[in-house]
């Protein structure tokens, strides 16, 4: 039944050491997203694939990549990441995109990342 | 200038109370959407509603409603005879073509 996945749930990496998180999902929606939540904070997008068009949100660091090799998957990439970089990452989907017209997004469970 | 405010940081209730949940936007845009998403301990966003701005209806879904009023730019949402498991965070989110702009959610706790 789960729609959109994450894997691992829990991710413990070190200081610098790169560290890949995935996430796919079986609605075959044409968007996918990663966003960052710290604590007791709102989601904060990082980018989206429009199916394999990559749309980076200006103010994510270079250190965050991701990767979109089909419709179903989707990878954060961290290059190398920092104390900051502790938080919850969630993997979302839409249907579609379409000026003027906002589709639900169906979220994932999340990958909470500590960095030690 | 693209906005959400959720004023409310923290609401303690206890069981079988009614709670609303205040949302307030602002959009230039005259066509926009608004959803409202609740946040268990688990973690998982899960999707409770979407209005779009030319449907001012309210609507009501089991204990959950929702009222949208344009004049006062505002997206309330209020839970009926409340229970232990509405306990989350509760995120308002206005829509913007390609992205969802969150709100920093309200923390709502139920008591038994």
């Known amino acids: 039944d789960a729609m959109v996945i994450q894997n691992p749930r829990y991710q413990v990496t070190q200081f610098g050491k790169p560290v890949t998180l995935s996430c796919s999902q079986t609605l075959n929606h044409n968007v996918m997203y990663w966003y960052q939540q710290k604590s007791s904070q709102a989601p904060k997008l990082l980018f989206h694939?429009?199916?394999?068009?990559?749309?980076n949100e200006a103010d994510t660091p270079d250190n965050f990549q991701s990767r979109r090799p089909n419709t179903s998957f989707c990878f954060l990439d961290i290059r190398s990441p920092g104390l900051g970089d502790a938080a919850m990452y969630l993997c979302?989907?839409?249907?579609?995109?379409?000026?003027?017209?906002?589709?639900?997004?169906?979220f994932g469970p999340g990958t909470r990342l500590t960095v030690t | 200038a693209q906005k959400v405010t959720q004023a409310q940081t923290e609401i303690s209730v206890v069981e079988k109370e009614d709670v609303t949940l205040d949302c307030v936007y602002e959009t230039r845009d005259t066509t926009y959407y608004l959803f409202w998403y609740k946040q268990p301990p688990s973690g998982e966003l899960v999707f409770l509603i979407r209005?779009?701005?030319?449907?001012?209806q309210n609507e009501i879904s089991g204990r959950y409603s929702w009222n949208f009023q344009k004049s006062t730019s505002s997206f309330n949402f209020t839970i009926t005879a409340s229970q232990v498991v509405d306990s989350a965070v509760y995120f308002c989110?206005?829509?913007?073509?390609?992205?969802?702009?969150f709100g920093t959610g309200t923390r709502l706790q139920v008591f038994p």
């Open positions: 694939y429009y199916d394999k068009d990559f749309n």
């Open positions: 979302a989907t839409s249907r579609d995109l379409f000026r003027g017209l906002n589709y639900e997004q169906y």
């Open positions: 209005r779009n701005s030319f449907d001012e």
């Open positions: 989110a206005l829509g913007n073509t390609d992205k969802l702009i």
